[in-house]
Protein backbone atom coordinates (compact mmCIF):
# COMPACT_ATOMS: atom_id res chain seq x y z
CA UNK A 1 0.00 0.00 0.00
CA UNK A 2 3.01 2.49 0.73
CA UNK A 3 4.53 1.78 -2.72
CA UNK A 4 1.23 2.05 -4.53
CA UNK A 5 0.29 5.71 -2.65
CA UNK A 6 4.30 6.77 -3.19
CA UNK A 7 3.68 5.76 -6.96
CA UNK A 8 0.22 8.32 -7.11
CA UNK A 9 2.54 10.89 -5.12
CA UNK A 10 4.67 10.44 -7.85
CA UNK A 11 2.42 10.72 -10.59
CA UNK A 12 0.51 13.77 -9.23
CA UNK A 13 3.88 15.45 -8.66
CA UNK A 14 4.73 15.09 -12.02
CA UNK A 15 1.63 15.75 -13.71
CA UNK A 16 1.59 18.66 -11.45
CA UNK A 17 5.34 19.93 -12.77
CA UNK A 18 3.59 19.42 -16.41
CA UNK A 19 0.92 22.39 -15.05
CA UNK A 20 -2.40 19.48 -16.08
CA UNK A 21 -3.82 20.46 -12.95
CA UNK A 22 -4.11 24.33 -13.98
CA UNK A 23 -6.09 26.14 -16.86
CA UNK A 24 -4.11 25.99 -20.27
CA UNK A 25 -5.83 29.38 -20.95
CA UNK A 26 -6.63 32.63 -19.25
CA UNK A 27 -8.13 35.77 -19.87
CA UNK A 28 -6.39 38.45 -18.33
CA UNK A 29 -7.22 42.29 -17.28
CA UNK A 30 -4.95 44.94 -15.86
CA UNK A 31 -6.13 48.09 -14.66
CA UNK A 32 -5.59 51.81 -15.54
CA UNK A 33 -2.01 51.94 -14.60
CA UNK A 34 0.46 53.76 -16.70
CA UNK A 35 4.15 53.89 -16.65
CA UNK A 36 5.94 57.11 -18.72
CA UNK A 37 8.94 56.12 -18.90
CA UNK A 38 9.54 52.61 -19.90
CA UNK A 39 12.58 51.48 -21.14
CA UNK A 40 12.61 49.34 -24.88
CA UNK A 41 15.26 48.14 -27.27
CA UNK A 42 15.78 50.26 -30.65
CA UNK A 43 16.21 48.19 -33.73
CA UNK A 44 20.07 49.72 -33.47
CA UNK A 45 20.47 48.33 -30.34
CA UNK A 46 20.20 51.73 -27.89
CA UNK A 47 17.07 51.93 -25.55
CA UNK A 48 14.25 54.83 -25.67
CA UNK A 49 11.73 55.65 -23.44
CA UNK A 50 7.87 54.76 -24.11
CA UNK A 51 4.55 55.03 -22.52
CA UNK A 52 3.50 52.06 -20.88
CA UNK A 53 -0.30 51.84 -20.82
CA UNK A 54 -0.78 48.19 -19.03
CA UNK A 55 -4.12 47.46 -19.96
CA UNK A 56 -2.34 47.49 -23.72
CA UNK A 57 -1.48 43.94 -22.19
CA UNK A 58 -4.75 42.75 -21.69
CA UNK A 59 -6.13 39.60 -23.47
CA UNK A 60 -5.50 35.96 -23.83
CA UNK A 61 -2.47 34.55 -22.27
CA UNK A 62 -2.30 30.34 -23.04
CA UNK A 63 -0.12 28.31 -20.98
CA UNK A 64 3.33 27.41 -22.62
CA UNK A 65 5.54 24.85 -20.58
CA UNK A 66 6.71 25.11 -16.97
CA UNK A 67 8.72 26.49 -14.65
CA UNK A 68 9.48 25.58 -10.74
CA UNK A 69 6.58 22.97 -11.52
CA UNK A 70 3.73 26.08 -12.29
CA UNK A 71 2.68 26.63 -15.89
CA UNK A 72 4.06 29.96 -17.78
CA UNK A 73 1.34 31.65 -19.51
CA UNK A 74 2.55 33.17 -22.35
CA UNK A 75 0.38 36.30 -24.28
CA UNK A 76 -1.11 35.72 -27.50
CA UNK A 77 -2.28 37.39 -30.88
CA UNK A 78 -4.63 40.50 -29.98
CA UNK A 79 -6.39 39.82 -33.19
CA UNK A 80 -6.88 35.75 -32.65
CA UNK A 81 -5.65 32.84 -29.44
CA UNK A 82 -2.64 32.20 -31.74
CA UNK A 83 0.80 33.34 -30.58
CA UNK A 84 2.61 36.51 -32.33
CA UNK A 85 4.68 35.91 -35.19
CA UNK A 86 6.64 39.46 -35.47
CA UNK A 87 6.63 40.40 -32.16
CA UNK A 88 7.52 38.61 -28.80
CA UNK A 89 4.74 38.40 -25.77
CA UNK A 90 4.31 38.95 -22.40
CA UNK A 91 5.07 36.02 -19.80
CA UNK A 92 3.44 35.47 -16.26
CA UNK A 93 5.03 33.14 -14.87
CA UNK A 94 6.21 32.18 -10.95
CA UNK A 95 9.51 33.43 -9.50
CA UNK A 96 11.91 31.86 -7.28
CA UNK A 97 13.93 35.04 -6.65
CA UNK A 98 11.13 37.00 -5.91
CA UNK A 99 9.17 34.04 -4.25
CA UNK A 100 5.76 35.15 -6.30
CA UNK A 101 4.18 35.30 -9.54
CA UNK A 102 5.18 38.02 -12.02
CA UNK A 103 4.23 39.66 -15.30
CA UNK A 104 7.69 40.26 -17.06
CA UNK A 105 8.47 41.27 -20.87
CA UNK A 106 12.54 40.39 -22.12
CA UNK A 107 12.18 43.82 -24.00
CA UNK A 108 10.71 46.05 -21.18
CA UNK A 109 13.55 47.85 -18.63
CA UNK A 110 13.06 49.18 -15.43
CA UNK A 111 16.42 51.51 -16.45
CA UNK A 112 18.39 52.24 -19.44
CA UNK A 113 21.41 50.70 -17.27
CA UNK A 114 20.92 48.35 -13.86
CA UNK A 115 21.28 45.31 -12.97
CA UNK A 116 17.93 43.41 -12.35
CA UNK A 117 17.11 40.51 -10.57
CA UNK A 118 16.26 37.17 -12.69
CA UNK A 119 12.80 38.36 -13.21
CA UNK A 120 12.55 41.66 -14.04
CA UNK A 121 9.03 41.78 -13.08
CA UNK A 122 6.45 45.18 -13.89
CA UNK A 123 3.89 43.29 -12.01
CA UNK A 124 4.54 40.96 -8.76
CA UNK A 125 2.43 39.22 -6.57
CA UNK A 126 2.36 39.08 -2.74
CA UNK A 127 4.99 36.53 -1.08
CA UNK A 128 3.33 33.06 -2.16
CA UNK A 129 3.98 29.38 -2.73
CA UNK A 130 0.70 28.65 -4.59
CA UNK A 131 1.04 26.44 -7.52
CA UNK A 132 -2.08 28.03 -9.14
CA UNK A 133 -2.59 31.11 -10.23
CA UNK A 134 -5.97 31.53 -9.40
CA UNK A 135 -5.17 30.82 -5.75
CA UNK A 136 -2.95 34.07 -5.83
CA UNK A 137 -4.26 37.37 -4.57
CA UNK A 138 -5.62 39.78 -7.67
CA UNK A 139 -3.83 42.80 -5.73
CA UNK A 140 -0.46 42.78 -7.09
CA UNK A 141 2.35 45.63 -7.01
CA UNK A 142 3.31 47.27 -10.04
CA UNK A 143 6.30 49.15 -11.41
CA UNK A 144 5.37 52.35 -12.60
CA UNK A 145 9.00 54.19 -11.87
CA UNK A 146 8.34 53.59 -8.56
CA UNK A 147 6.54 50.43 -6.96
CA UNK A 148 3.04 51.17 -6.42
CA UNK A 149 0.73 48.89 -4.05
CA UNK A 150 -2.67 47.35 -4.87
CA UNK A 151 -2.56 47.21 -8.74
CA UNK A 152 -5.65 45.13 -10.59
CA UNK A 153 -4.57 41.68 -12.10
CA UNK A 154 -7.71 39.94 -12.87
CA UNK A 155 -7.99 37.14 -14.76
CA UNK A 156 -10.06 34.24 -15.74
CA UNK A 157 -10.19 30.25 -16.56
CA UNK A 158 -10.94 30.03 -20.43
CA UNK A 159 -12.45 26.68 -19.43
CA UNK A 160 -15.71 26.32 -18.49
CA UNK A 161 -17.34 23.54 -16.27
CA UNK A 162 -21.01 24.66 -17.40
CA UNK A 163 -23.12 26.94 -19.36
CA UNK A 164 -23.10 29.05 -16.13
CA UNK A 165 -19.65 29.63 -17.14
CA UNK A 166 -20.55 30.80 -20.46
CA UNK A 167 -22.84 33.74 -19.15
CA UNK A 168 -26.04 31.34 -20.06
CA UNK A 169 -25.27 33.15 -23.64
CA UNK A 170 -23.51 29.50 -24.87
CA UNK A 171 -23.04 26.28 -24.01
CA UNK A 172 -20.01 24.46 -22.07
CA UNK A 173 -18.71 21.88 -24.70
CA UNK A 174 -17.00 18.78 -23.94
CA UNK A 175 -13.97 20.30 -24.83
CA UNK A 176 -14.27 22.98 -21.95
CA UNK A 177 -15.21 26.09 -24.22
CA UNK A 178 -18.13 27.81 -24.96
CA UNK A 179 -19.92 28.03 -27.78
CA UNK A 180 -21.60 30.94 -28.53
CA UNK A 181 -22.57 31.03 -32.09
CA UNK A 182 -25.91 31.98 -33.22
CA UNK A 183 -26.81 33.13 -29.82
CA UNK A 184 -26.40 36.81 -30.16
CA UNK A 185 -23.40 37.10 -27.92
CA UNK A 186 -19.39 36.38 -28.70
CA UNK A 187 -16.31 36.15 -26.78
CA UNK A 188 -14.04 33.46 -24.67
CA UNK A 189 -17.41 33.05 -22.31
CA UNK A 190 -20.11 34.41 -24.53
CA UNK A 191 -19.72 37.93 -22.56
CA UNK A 192 -19.62 40.32 -25.34
CA UNK A 193 -22.93 41.25 -27.53
CA UNK A 194 -22.65 41.08 -30.81
CA UNK A 195 -21.70 44.46 -32.29
CA UNK A 196 -23.82 46.48 -34.75
CA UNK A 197 -21.87 46.15 -38.32
CA UNK A 198 -22.37 50.06 -38.68
CA UNK A 199 -22.54 52.94 -35.95
CA UNK A 200 -22.78 56.79 -36.60
CA UNK A 201 -21.82 60.11 -34.74
CA UNK A 202 -24.25 62.35 -33.68
CA UNK A 203 -21.56 65.02 -34.12
CA UNK A 204 -20.46 65.04 -37.50
CA UNK A 205 -23.28 62.18 -38.88
CA UNK A 206 -19.88 59.68 -39.66
CA UNK A 207 -20.48 56.66 -40.63
CA UNK A 208 -18.20 53.92 -39.49
CA UNK A 209 -18.51 50.28 -40.39
CA UNK A 210 -17.33 47.00 -39.04
CA UNK A 211 -14.61 45.03 -41.29
CA UNK A 212 -15.43 41.57 -42.19
CA UNK A 213 -13.38 38.99 -44.27
CA UNK A 214 -14.26 36.70 -46.95
CA UNK A 215 -14.92 33.61 -44.41
CA UNK A 216 -17.42 35.71 -42.93
CA UNK A 217 -15.68 37.14 -39.51
CA UNK A 218 -15.28 40.33 -38.66
CA UNK A 219 -11.58 41.98 -38.27
CA UNK A 220 -10.96 42.14 -34.23
CA UNK A 221 -8.42 43.48 -31.66
CA UNK A 222 -8.82 42.55 -28.27
CA UNK A 223 -11.84 40.52 -28.89
CA UNK A 224 -13.11 43.78 -30.15
CA UNK A 225 -14.29 44.73 -34.04
CA UNK A 226 -12.24 47.37 -35.94
CA UNK A 227 -14.74 49.83 -37.21
CA UNK A 228 -13.63 51.75 -40.11
CA UNK A 229 -14.51 55.03 -41.23
CA UNK A 230 -16.95 55.36 -44.11
CA UNK A 231 -17.46 58.53 -45.10
CA UNK A 232 -16.77 62.25 -42.74
CA UNK A 233 -18.89 65.10 -43.18
CA UNK A 234 -17.16 68.07 -44.02
CA UNK A 235 -17.80 69.96 -41.04
CA UNK A 236 -16.33 73.00 -39.46
CA UNK A 237 -14.05 71.88 -36.25
CA UNK A 238 -14.77 68.07 -36.97
CA UNK A 239 -12.62 66.49 -34.13
CA UNK A 240 -10.53 64.34 -37.05
CA UNK A 241 -8.51 65.62 -40.19
CA UNK A 242 -8.47 62.63 -42.63
CA UNK A 243 -5.58 62.18 -45.14
CA UNK A 244 -6.86 61.05 -48.30
CA UNK A 245 -3.69 57.99 -48.28
CA UNK A 246 -4.88 56.85 -44.75
CA UNK A 247 -7.59 54.57 -43.26
CA UNK A 248 -8.83 55.39 -40.25
CA UNK A 249 -10.12 52.94 -37.73
CA UNK A 250 -11.67 52.47 -34.73
CA UNK A 251 -9.53 49.90 -32.56
CA UNK A 252 -9.91 48.63 -28.95
CA UNK A 253 -6.80 48.90 -27.36
CA UNK A 254 -7.19 46.72 -23.77
CA UNK A 255 -9.74 48.80 -22.16
CA UNK A 256 -9.87 52.48 -23.90
CA UNK A 257 -10.83 53.02 -28.22
CA UNK A 258 -8.68 54.37 -30.24
CA UNK A 259 -9.19 56.29 -33.64
CA UNK A 260 -5.93 55.00 -35.63
CA UNK A 261 -4.68 55.99 -38.98
CA UNK A 262 -3.62 52.85 -40.64
CA UNK A 263 -1.29 54.84 -42.67
CA UNK A 264 -1.49 54.22 -46.50
CA UNK A 265 -4.01 51.09 -45.58
CA UNK A 266 -7.22 52.79 -47.47
CA UNK A 267 -7.34 50.69 -51.18
CA UNK A 268 -6.18 47.68 -49.61
CA UNK A 269 -8.60 44.56 -49.26
CA UNK A 270 -10.35 43.50 -46.29
CA UNK A 271 -8.42 40.19 -46.29
CA UNK A 272 -4.66 42.39 -46.48
CA UNK A 273 -5.91 44.99 -43.74
CA UNK A 274 -6.87 41.11 -41.51
CA UNK A 275 -3.15 40.28 -42.36
CA UNK A 276 -2.08 43.81 -41.69
CA UNK A 277 -3.40 44.12 -38.29
CA UNK A 278 -2.98 40.31 -36.98
CA UNK A 279 -0.12 40.89 -35.32
CA UNK A 280 -1.38 43.92 -33.61
CA UNK A 281 -0.46 45.18 -30.33
CA UNK A 282 -1.04 48.72 -28.38
CA UNK A 283 2.06 49.06 -27.00
CA UNK A 284 4.65 47.39 -29.49
CA UNK A 285 3.12 49.22 -32.26
CA UNK A 286 3.20 52.70 -30.73
CA UNK A 287 -0.80 53.12 -30.97
CA UNK A 288 -0.38 55.47 -27.77
CA UNK A 289 1.86 57.85 -30.01
CA UNK A 290 -0.23 57.43 -32.93
CA UNK A 291 -4.37 58.10 -32.67
CA UNK A 292 -6.45 60.83 -33.15
CA UNK A 293 -8.90 59.62 -30.58
CA UNK A 294 -9.26 58.06 -27.20
CA UNK A 295 -12.33 56.89 -25.31
CA UNK A 296 -12.79 56.72 -21.70
CA UNK A 297 -12.02 53.30 -20.38
CA UNK A 298 -14.58 50.73 -21.21
CA UNK A 299 -15.29 47.03 -21.65
CA UNK A 300 -18.34 47.68 -23.69
CA UNK A 301 -17.97 45.53 -27.39
CA UNK A 302 -18.67 48.72 -29.29
CA UNK A 303 -17.29 52.11 -28.92
CA UNK A 304 -21.15 52.68 -28.85
CA UNK A 305 -22.43 54.33 -24.91
CA UNK A 306 -18.53 56.09 -24.03
CA UNK A 307 -17.37 59.61 -23.99
CA UNK A 308 -14.53 60.42 -26.72
CA UNK A 309 -12.07 62.82 -26.99
CA UNK A 310 -9.51 64.70 -29.60
CA UNK A 311 -6.16 64.20 -28.73
CA UNK A 312 -4.52 67.51 -29.23
CA UNK A 313 -1.00 68.36 -30.49
CA UNK A 314 0.77 70.32 -27.90
CA UNK A 315 2.98 68.71 -25.83
CA UNK A 316 4.83 69.24 -22.47
CA UNK A 317 5.38 67.91 -19.13
CA UNK A 318 2.06 69.88 -17.70
CA UNK A 319 -0.04 67.27 -19.91
CA UNK A 320 -1.19 63.50 -19.28
CA UNK A 321 0.44 61.18 -20.37
CA UNK A 322 -2.74 61.03 -23.48
CA UNK A 323 -2.09 64.30 -23.89
CA UNK A 324 -4.03 67.53 -24.17
CA UNK A 325 -7.97 65.95 -24.05
CA UNK A 326 -10.71 67.81 -26.10
CA UNK A 327 -14.26 66.14 -25.68
CA UNK A 328 -16.25 66.29 -28.78
CA UNK A 329 -19.14 65.29 -26.58
CA UNK A 330 -21.00 68.24 -25.11
CA UNK A 331 -22.09 67.87 -22.47
CA UNK A 332 -20.12 64.77 -21.15
CA UNK A 333 -22.24 61.53 -20.94
CA UNK A 334 -23.69 62.54 -24.35
CA UNK A 335 -21.42 59.64 -26.35
CA UNK A 336 -21.17 60.20 -29.43
CA UNK A 337 -21.39 57.27 -31.11
CA UNK A 338 -25.16 55.37 -31.38
CA UNK A 339 -25.82 52.20 -33.82
CA UNK A 340 -27.27 53.04 -37.30
CA UNK A 341 -29.48 49.91 -36.73
CA UNK A 342 -28.66 47.97 -39.92
CA UNK A 343 -27.73 44.24 -39.42
CA UNK A 344 -26.08 43.22 -42.62
CA UNK A 345 -25.34 46.47 -44.19
CA UNK A 346 -21.99 45.86 -43.96
CA UNK A 347 -21.40 41.62 -44.68
CA UNK A 348 -19.73 40.70 -48.07
CA UNK A 349 -22.25 39.47 -50.43
CA UNK A 350 -21.60 36.09 -50.08
CA UNK A 351 -22.44 36.39 -46.03
CA UNK A 352 -25.78 38.84 -46.62
CA UNK A 353 -27.66 35.21 -45.75
CA UNK A 354 -26.05 33.99 -42.70
CA UNK A 355 -26.56 34.32 -39.00
CA UNK A 356 -23.50 36.37 -38.27
CA UNK A 357 -21.50 36.22 -34.53
Not at 173 to 186: L, P, R, V
Request: hydrophobic share 30%; glycine share 8%; aromatic share 12%.
Amino acid sequence: NLLVFVAGMIYISVLQNEGYFQCSSITVTFGEDIWEHAWVPTPDGQLKRRILVYSYFNGVYKQNGTHAGRPVYQEMRKSSVSPFVTIIGAEIKYCTEEGAWVLSHENIKKAKSSEESSCPWLLRSPDTQAFDLKDVSREWEIWVGVINQGAKMDFTCNECQSNTDCNLNGVCTDDKKCACAKTGFYGMHCELETPCPRIISDITNDTWSVTYTRQCEFIHEYGRPVYTLDHINNVTGAPIDVYNDDRLSLVYSGSRWLGMKIGGSQNISTDQLGGFSSDFHAFWDTAHSENELVSDPTMGSTPVGVDFYRIGNETGDQYGPFGVLYPIQDPPGRHPFRCDGVTKATLPASCKNQSMP
